[in-house]
């Protein structure tokens, strides 16, 4: 990961052509709280519901990642209606997860009600162009466990390539992808090249602040 010195003036949104994705803060923990009560949207990614001490501890560690590396957490706002529909996120991948302690891992979560309308991909797109781009990150971690067909297409349509297969610690195996900035650069450093169902998606955004 590139090393990068606290940007105090990180931008508030990144908009797309449906969506606005907010730089995490206080106003989104509630909706964060209970969307991690859905067993739907924790099928994949943790074991049971995640009660409101611990979805606080991960709010402030979100909060705290921003300002530590300028980075982080985002809402996903609808931006015709204003609905929340869930968060995507830069973060550090940490241990015994099958990649460096120091590698970012690009993530999206979105509301299973909103599944299959091509939402994780656009934001995924803009977070990955502003990961290449404003902070200057020189590759990113994709996971997904072996069973999520769905979160490996997307990764797919963000440029991600398979490394390897990974067996954490409880017995469950994910797929460990990776994207590098030089091949962004070189297949996707036009913005707005990667369509779905022929409409221009997140990787054309306007940078707001």
């Known amino acids: 990961m590139a090393t990068r010195e606290r940007d105090a003036g990180a931008l508030y949104a990144l908009e797309t052509e449906r969506l606005r994705l907010e730089r995490w803060d206080d106003t989104h923990f509630e909706r964060f709280a209970r969307f991690m009560r859905d067993p739907a949207v924790i099928r994949f990614i943790r074991p049971e519901p995640l009660d409101r001490d611990r979805a606080l501890e991960q709010h402030g560690h979100s909060l705290a990642e921003w300002e530590l590396l300028g980075f982080g957490k985002r809402a996903i706002?609808?931006?015709?209606?204003?609905?929340?529909?869930?968060?995507?996120?830069?973060s550090l991948v940490g241990p015994d997860k099958g990649s460096r302690d120091e590698d970012v891992e690009l993530g999206y979560f979105i509301d299973p009600a909103r599944w299959g309308e091509g939402i994780a991909t656009e934001a995924a797109l803009a977070l990955r162009d502003e990961a290449f781009g404003r902070c200057g990150i020189a590759e990113l971690i994709g996971r997904c466990r072996?069973?999520?067909?769905?979160?490996?297409?997307?990764?797919?349509?963000?440029?991600?390539?398979?490394?390897?297969l990974f067996e954490l610690a409880d017995g469950i195996v994910v797929e460990i992808h990776r994207l590098q900035r030089e091949d962004w650069s070189a297949q996707d450093g036009r913005r707005g090249t990667i369509a779905l169902d022929g409409h221009v998606t997140g990787a054309e955004y306007r940078e707001t602040g």
Request: hydrophobic share 50%.
């Open 77 to 90: 706002i609808e931006a015709e209606t204003g609905a929340w529909l869930g968060f995507t996120e830069l």
């Open 146 to 164: 072996v069973e999520n067909a769905a979160s490996r297409r997307v990764l797919a349509k963000v440029g991600f390539q398979k490394l390897r």
